[in-house]
């Protein structure tokens, strides 16, 4: 008999799946790492040391994390959906202006905390503005919102780099990127928190958007299952057909999707423009936008799974930075690979597994 | 005179930067028409690019280096098969994750090899494809018009351009007029037909990636050891992703595929040769136009405003039997 019908407890769906997909993919990480001659347990000790050995490097790993919290909820809600947003990484991108023009509109006059929401919105409209077109074309054209993400990320990098070297640059200046933003343009740092914890922050540019990603896990929490847009969304991912027969407006809910995925993308530009570098640089985005693709994954496309994804990326990248100094047999860019073979064993092998597990669980219980 | 030095030149750099596309848009033309879309091209270009650089510097032979070239992008193929059709996963999920593994085990591997940053070593001249000058382009470079595209369009391209161009009438006629495309093309759209009248799906789409894989592995061989001399971090730098939407661009057939990449790699050429001039009348045209202009074509062309891209119908879907 076919196991794709047999319900597991989700005990095994939501924990043990996922991890032994995880176990897989480190363990092939370990290949690699052994394949160039280094061993794979040293490897793994300083990767794990470098991300939450001293106060610092806790900063770090929760900065990344942060930035990817905004990411991976943007694909998360878009997934609810039914819909496949690549363009995480565009929208971050472009999210940065938005960002960006309100701090340096503001913060010559007011403090953060004035300037904050303000960035927040315009970090979300912008990141919005640029997810509307792929979902417009989606919701009425039919155009695979896949390919036009895609699409999308490409021509806002042209735009962004347009706009750095032609507009926003400080003239007299080689580097393509805005003026530094006062004091009131940028997101103070939560040394208080790690203090509470008897932990020194140091360099590590953990900041207030930590705590709005935080908040913005549990609107989405909100959003997606206690409201009836989510359920609507869902209704929507599960079954487009069911969902415009049961009378929910397809192009409507598309399109409210696909901007929220975009302003939650839009956010991410917060914490590295506002919060870490203090201006609008190229290429600030630096992938994080493809990690959410991870981390939702991981996740299963539910905020805590998110949020414990998303510390996980971020010990890898901050780890992997530590690594590669340790090590430097083995760049940094071993963490894409194992972000890779992340995404492949916890996404498109995530069914690989589960037959076995079947059989496993109808033996144990005597079926 | 000199306008027309300036067209053949940029027409020149139009051809050798289309051939990439063009080996990798046909790749993705047969994974595609045969229903598993593929967001890996990318990864499939990159990782192809930096083994052929390889096995070209170790062995001193080209044709080798095509070879693992080939392979590699096979294996990127059969792996995205064995995670979307085997067990089916999705496709655009793999995709990107394939990418991702290409993307960092090319500079780790590359780093820890050659210590070069990523880079592999120079790889020696009678490991490359060079250009291969046509009898009788030098005679007939004095012959205007004729004989400056003779000799600097279509004469001293390397090998594996004439390759390219030859593969889409290959490409053509296997889609079109054998019994393997004609069932390709019907597995792209009802998959349950062709299981129906006895034919394996599973088989047939991995057939399908293994063609695909072939194809790119020339693509990625193509920019590291004819275009360049070494294999370079991201050496693929899009291309991929631009090939993805020369495809679509063509509506996936493989004729309007060549004119598709043709059209991508001359406004690459033109950007190129526009970078700090300054049109009359106009002024200077910013070169972030020329290169977002492949992107916003294909978006426009998706919205269905020049024509219908029809994507094949049962693309990005796995095939499950019956149960």
Redesign the interface.
């Known amino acids: 008999m076919s196991t794709a019908s047999v319900p597991l407890p989700a005990w095994i769906n939501y924990g043990v799946i996922p991890l032994l997909n995880l176990v897989l993919a480190f363990f092939f990480s370990g290949l690699v790492v052994w394949a160039i001659g280094e061993n794979p347990f040293d490897a793994l000790n300083f990767l794990i040391q470098g991300a939450l050995g001293r106060g610092d490097a806790i900063g770090f790993t929760l900065f990344y994390a942060t930035s990817f919290i905004f990411t991976g909820l943007a694909v998360a809600v878009a997934f609810h959906a039914g819909l496949f947003n690549i363009g995480a990484e565009g929208q971050a991108y472009v999210g940065g202006l938005g960002a960006a023009l309100v701090a340096l509109s503001l913060d010559h006059y007011v403090p953060w905390y004035v300037t904050m929401p303000f960035a927040v919105i315009g970090a979300a409209l912008f990141g919005a503005a640029w997810a509307f077109i792929p979902a417009w074309l989606q919701a009425k054209r039919g155009s695979h919102v896949v390919i036009t993400t895609i699409m999308f990320n490409f021509i806002a990098a042209t735009l962004m780099v347009y706009l750095l070297v032609n507009v926003f640059i400080v003239p007299g200046k080689m580097a393509p990127e805005t003026r530094t933003f006062l004091a009131g343009g940028q997101l103070p740092k939560l040394d208080w928190l790690m203090a509470l914890f008897g932990l020194k922050l140091g360099p590590a540019p953990f900041n207030v958007s930590f705590i709005i990603a935080l908040v913005m896990c549990y609107l989405v929490w909100l959003l997606i299952w206690r409201t009836k847009l989510g359920y609507e969304m869902r209704t929507l991912g599960v079954s487009p057909t069911a969902a415009v027969y049961a009378g929910i407006p397809y192009v409507r809910t598309v399109i409210i999707a696909m901007l929220i995925s975009g302003g939650l993308a839009g956010m991410m530009s917060l914490n590295a423009v506002m919060g870490a570098s203090a201006r609008l640089q190229v290429e600030f985005v630096a992938g994080a936008g493809f990690v959410g693709i991870a981390v939702s994954l991981m996740g299963r496309s539910h905020p805590v799974g998110i949020i414990l994804a998303a510390i996980l990326f971020g010990i890898l990248y901050q780890g992997g930075a530590d690594l590669s100094f340790e090590m430097p047999n083995i760049t940094r860019d071993m963490i894409v690979v194992i972000q890779g073979l992340v995404i492949f064993f916890a996404g498109a092998l995530e069914y690989m597994l589960r037959p076995a597990m079947v059989r496993l669980y109808q033996t144990a219980t005597g079926k | 005179m000199e306008y027309f030095d300036t067209f053949v030149s940029i027409l020149g750099s139009a051809i050798r930067l289309s051939i990439p596309l063009l080996f990798t848009a046909l790749a993705g033309l047969f994974s595609e028409r045969a229903g598993i ?1 593929d ?1 890996g091209l990318e990864g499939k270009m990159l990782a192809s690019a930096f083994a052929a650089a390889c096995a070209a510097y170790w062995t001193g032979n080209a044709w080798a280096g095509l070879g693992a070239g080939i392979m590699v992008a096979i294996i990127f193929s059969l ?1 995205h098969g ?3 059709i085997t ?4 496709q ?3 995709g ?10 090319t ?3 590359g ?3 050659f210590n070069q940053g ?1 880079r592999t070593g120079q790889v020696p001249p009678e490991g490359r494809f060079s250009g291969i000058v046509l009898p009788g382009a030098e005679m007939m470079r004095d012959v205007p018009i004729i004989g400056p595209l003779y000799a600097n369009v279509i004469s001293g391209n390397n090998i594996l351009t004439y390759i390219a161009f030859l593969m889409v009438p290959l490409s053509w006629w296997v889609l079109y007029r054998t019994r393997f495309g004609l069932r390709l093309r019907a597995v792209g759209e009802n998959p349950g037909a062709v299981d129906t009248a006895g034919v394996s799906v599973v088989w047939l789409r991995y057939r399908a990636l293994i063609v695909t894989g072939f194809l790119a592995g020339f693509a990625g061989t193509y920019l590291s050891i004819a275009q360049s001399a070494a294999f370079i971090n991201n050496m693929s730098a ?1 291309k991929g ?1 631009i090939a ?2 020369a495809l ?1 661009f063509a509506k996936w057939k493989p004729v309007p595929v060549m004119f598709a990449c043709l059209l991508f790699g001359f406004l690459d050429a033109f950007a190129n040769f526009m970078q700090g001039k300054s049109l009359p009348m106009i002024g200077e045209v ?1 070169v ?2 020329f ?2 202009l492949p ?2 074509l ?2 426009i062309l ?3 405003f020049i024509g219908v ?1 029809r ?1 094949p119908k049962a693309g990005g879907v796995a095939y ?1 039997k019956e ?1």
Do not use: E
């Open positions: 879309f967001i792996l064995f995670a979307s067990n089916r996963g999705n655009i999920v793999s990107v994750a394939l990418n991702f593994i290409a993307a960092g085990l500079i780790v591997l780093t820890a090899w990523g899009g992703y993805l939407a679509i910013p972030q136009i290169q977002a992107y916003i294909t978006c998706l919205a269905g891209a994507p499950t149960r």
